[in-house]
């Protein structure tokens, strides 16, 4: 009940959570529910405008690019190539940063000072150019992009979980573990985890929209190694812009669309996550 009064309170955790389902829809069904294959090209038809405009067709409704390959198309099968980088390389990010939080914040010591060191040099390094440097070295593909994105990333998850275990393990509840010699281990999965998995959820969905930009930037700049996708079509629209606007365009709102809606669930689950608000 208490998640349907929060729904109420915050009207745009039902936008995100919509817009969140139209990208993840597409993106299982891209195969099904896309007008054309995504490579599929009408050389006669290059540079359709969209439907509404002069010379534009229900046939594409969205218009064609500089190869007569039809947007909407593009724009469907883009969102799967999205959601495979997002959602992986924020898992990676995940289980580094999560790990190296809970032994920062427990074990603490020098390896506390160790780890927070390594956190501090993430934080000074442009992710950007990190993620640029770790793809030039492996490669550009898409798997190289996944690494890429979640090892420059789970900075933020240490930070937030080290700050939380902290206050956690002087708890009188995990004092009281220690003292009837339960394992760290046991601490840390029965007491510690549960008690921070609200953060990892929040952080987790945020992120997924991020990485989603960033791995649009990636592609943007010819560094993704996926030739479909809404950062490449944007790239390649954009010297086009002047006489073909929708190239551009279109690929720009679905990215905008889909790193939006998980950014407005991040923030309706800090609310209902909330302990306090429990």
Known sequence: MWILKNFKAKPFGILGCVLVFLTIFA??????ISPYDKDHMELHNRLKPPFWANGGEWKHP????????????????????????????????????????LLSGYIGGNLDRLIMHMVDA???????MLAILLVAIIGPHQISVILALGMTMWSEYAKVIRARVLTLKEEPFVLASKAFGISNIGIISKHLLP????????????????????AAALNFIGFGGVTVSWGWDIAAGRIYISHAWWLPTFPGIALSISVLGFILIGDWLRDVLDPKLL
């Open 27 to 32: 993106a299982i069904f891209a195969d099904f």
């Open 62 to 101: 969205l218009g064609t690019d500089s190869m007569g390959r039809d947007i909407l198309s593009r724009l469907i099968h883009g969102a799967r190539g999205s959601m495979i980088i997002g959602i992986s390389a924020a898992a990676i990010a995940l289980f580094i940063g999560v790990s190296l939080g």
């Open 122 to 128: 993430m934080l000074a390094l442009p992710g950007t």
């Open 195 to 214: 008690n921070i998995a609200h953060i990892i959820v929040i952080v987790f969905t945020i992120q997924i929209g991020l990485i989603i930009l960033w």
